[in-house]
């Protein structure tokens, strides 16, 4: 369970959260531009774009949930059991383990329009990264300043879409998330006007009655809904960085409100947002609200090894009084 959000009215922002019932030790990441790639299929790529993210290394492979390179193309991967089907290594095609992904693209592409290029001739296989990690049914959303795409691995191949609203989910496919929005076409954040009875003057009780209507729940499509409402209605401000996690606010699940199949409570792990106007990384985790951050610099940049940033730590209180 996930929600990503792309900004581009107030900010240049890619962001998502990252719901699950257990931490796997997920840090900031830093990929340097001298980084070697070794690629299952694709070989070994030495020098490429620089990346910064949020994921885990295994075995010296960084591997990305969310990131972003030095040009300012984000990509995120979120949750799409069900419906993700790889396939076996195809001649004449691009072929990626799902793991590849992310660091392949940002590898290569500086914006949306080379990404899609890339993504055409991509075919996602089934490898799986070890004995122990097979691999994570995903789709992907790829954003910079101005486009945002959705790329979803279906039976047919590797489905791109534009994505008009900069939202995504889990599964069912991005489709029915545009589709299912024409249910919610009349809410807004302006008071309710009265239509039921014309001529007979009805007054509200209360404000926020023009969101009547806006699922609360927690399900993928209820979830897209809500993120496209707050992305669409929350004020400009000076901050666009405390602004989108304000957003992403509305998606975030507390410990325990969903639980999985075993009974396991399910929370909000971390929350990011990359902004790629000022090429930071800032998150939020469930035991620490205060927004930490890294940015790119030329000194990480230079590197040839990982830089990994810690992301766990207990909340920060600020006690106001002697």
């Not at 990346?51 to 492979?61: A, C, H, R, S």
């Not at 899609?116 to 990264?129: G, H, R």
């Not at 609360?216 to 707050?230: E, K, L, M, P």
């Not at 901050?239 to 998606?251: G, N």
């Amino acid at each position: 369970m996930c929600t990503a959000i792309h900004e581009t009215k107030c900010g240049h922002l890619l962001g998502r959260t990252l719901d699950l019932e257990k931490s796997y030790g997920e840090c900031v990441l830093h990929t340097p531009r001298k980084f070697s790639f070794a690629f299952r299929h694709e070989g070994i790529c030495e020098q490429h774009l620089e990346i910064l993210g949020v994921g885990i290394v295994q075995n010296g492979f960084p591997l990305y949930f969310d990131a972003m390179n030095d040009s300012g193309l984000c990509a995120a991967g979120l949750n799409f059991p069900g419906n993700a089907v790889y396939q076996p290594p195809c001649a004449n095609r691009v072929n990626l383990a799902s793991f590849e992904l992310i660091p392949y693209i940002l590898s290569y592409c500086r914006d949306v329009k080379d990404a899609e290029t890339v993504l055409q001739s991509v075919n996602i296989t089934a490898d799986s990264f070890s004995a122990v990690m097979p691999p994570s049914p995903l789709h992907w959303i790829f954003a910079d300043k101005e486009r945002c795409i959705v790329a979803e691995p279906m039976q047919n191949g590797l489905i791109l879409h534009e994505n008009r609203f900069g939202v995504l989910t889990n599964n069912p496919p991005f489709p029915y998330h545009e589709w299912r929005l024409t249910d919610c076409m009349g809410i807004g954040a302006d008071p309710l006007e009265s239509r039921l009875c014309p001529g007979i003057d009805l007054t509200h009780y209360s404000r926020g009655a023009g969101g009547i209507g806006l699922p609360g729940d927690f399900s993928s499509s209820s979830r897209f809904i809500r993120a496209v409402f707050a992305k669409n209605h929350t004020a400009e401000s000076s901050d666009p960085v405390s602004r989108f996690f304000r957003m992403m606010d509305t998606v975030s699940i507390p410990n325990g409100c969903v639980k999985t199949e075993t009974g396991e409570n399910v929370r909000t792990v971390y929350t990011s947002c990359a902004d790629t106007e000022t090429m930071t990384y800032y998150f939020t985790t469930y035991t620490c609200r205060h927004i930490r951050a890294v940015r790119m610099t030329e000194t990480l940049a230079d590197k040839e090894i990982l830089s990994v940033f810690p992301m766990d730590g207990g909340e920060d209180y600020k006690l106001m009084n002697p």
